[in-house]
């Protein structure tokens, strides 16, 4: 377990906390679309000014590249916090960061109260990582607090680079609570355990295929991912999605499901269209079987009762990746069946991040999993089995 912020004591503290602000915008609007990310950074800004520290929140938003760029300054997310708290949220809208407002808000701070640092990829020392922008954050605070799940897989100035020069950090409820579910599952699952992986390309999953590997009882495949198994095992994908440099390593991969004793699914029916398009025409056809100039866009109807009748035995399920290109409603089928038979069981059920999470969240099941991550790339990362590098700098308990 790491080092929390039940274990410091902020009182009096200037407390500069690395939250996950990186909130999706509306493209023309520019309005916040979905809270989550700042739902669930609350409880532990609510905790720091319960125990009357002096709050310095910081985030990226968006893919800043360096530079100021007014779309994606933070000042929506100073408001939609203000509300959410019930709280003045101050904003510091320096363009670099940790500008005169910052520094003065900062140090006229009073107990429990709250500010917000503009967007810290404004500065190219962000992602960089750079001892120069590092310690300029540090310099406001007296206590670093990491509360952002979603960049722990990246060694950024704000969350890993900061630590240089604000030592002994601690990390918030949000990123405790992700570590926990997702730690556990991993470590300490209650078995029967199923992994369920989906999405486009296997060469992003390579790792995590091979380390859970060692962990589940059952591990699932669809999406385009599939493909590629199935052209391994020597069947006719016709213009399916396929990673062909990845074939081998899917061979290796049946063979070590087999020697391990890890039940491997792929579907076995799949829906196949003329063309990548939401209205393409389709047929569902045997996975063995897909006519040359088709290619797979969903999962069939019996690869969704084949997975379920594994999932309803499972006691810990981790998803990560839909089933097929959920975003066009006619091939969403699969991964909607999914979703509904994990709010269905009765299993500790993790969501992680990215479009399974959206999914999920989208097709209204969002409350009946037991933990969806707000880290699509960490939870992915996380599961390959190494510390990630915004933790690693974390002290155990
Ligand atoms: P990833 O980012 O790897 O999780 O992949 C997510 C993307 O995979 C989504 O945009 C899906 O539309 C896409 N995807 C899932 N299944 C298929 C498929 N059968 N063919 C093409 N794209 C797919």
């Known amino acids: 377990m790491k080092k929390t912020i039940d274990d410091i004591n902020v009182q009096g503290k200037r407390v500069l906390v690395r939250c ?23 409880p532990t800004i609510k905790k720091l000014i319960n125990d009357g520290g002096r709050i310095i929140l910081c985030s990226h938003l968006g893919k800043a590249k360096g530079e100021p760029d007014p779309k994606l300054s933070l000042r929506p997310v100073a408001e939609k916090l203000s509300e959410l708290l019930g709280k003045e949220v101050k904003f510091a809208d320096d363009d670099t960061v940790v500008g005169e407002n910052a520094k003065r808000i900062a140090s006229e701070l009073n107990d429990g109260e709250v500010m ?12 960089a990582c750079e001892d120069e922008f590092s310690q300029e954050l540090a310099s406001l605070a007296e206590v670093f607090v990491n509360d952002a799940f979603g960049t722990a897989h990246r060694a950024h100035a704000s969350n890993v680079g900061v630590t240089k020069f604000l030592p002994n950090p601690v990390v918030g409820y949000l990123m405790e609570k992700e570590v926990k579910f997702l730690g556990d599952a991993v470590d300490n699952p209650v078995r029967p355990f199923v992994a369920i992986l989906g999405g486009l390309k296997v060469k992003d999953k390579i790792k995590v295929i091979d380390n859970l590997l060692e962990k589940v009882d059952t591990l699932i495949i669809g999406g385009a991912m599939a493909y590629t198994f199935l052209k391994a095992k020597g069947y006719e994908v016709g213009q399916s999605v396929v990673d062909e440099e990845k074939i081998d390593f899917a061979k290796d991969m049946m063979a070590k499901a087999e020697a391990k004793g890890v039940k491997l699914l792929l579907p076995i029916d799949t829906v196949v ?34 997975f379920r009748s594994e999932l309803v035995n499972a006691k810990t399920v981790i998803w990560n990746g839909p089933m097929g290109v959920f975003e066009f409603p006619e091939f969403a ?11 269905d069981i009765d ?30 790339g960490a939870s992915l990362e996380f599961l390959e089995g190494e510390e ?10």
């Open 388 to 397: 990630l590098p915004a933790l690693k700098v974390v002290e155990n308990k």
């Open 347 to 376: 299993a500790t059920t993790i969501i992680g991040g990215g479009d399974s999470a959206s999914a999920v969240n989208n097709l209204g099941f969002g409350d009946k999993m037991s933990h969806i991550s707000t880290g699509g």
């Open 273 to 306: 269209a003329k063309e990548f398009a939401a209205d393409a025409e389709h047929m569902t056809v045997e996975s063995d079987n897909m006519p040359a100039d088709y290619q797979g866009l969903d999962i069939g109807e019996k690869t969704v009762e084949l």
């Open 333 to 343: 089928k699969g991964t909607l069946e999914i979703a509904k038979t994990l709010a």
């Open 116 to 127: 917000l640092l503009q967007n810290t990829r404004y500065r190219a020392g962000e992602e």
């Open 20 to 42: 996950d602000f990186n909130v999706p915008l509306d493209k023309e609007t520019g309005a916040i679309t979905d809270t989550t990310r700042i739902v669930e950074s609350l």
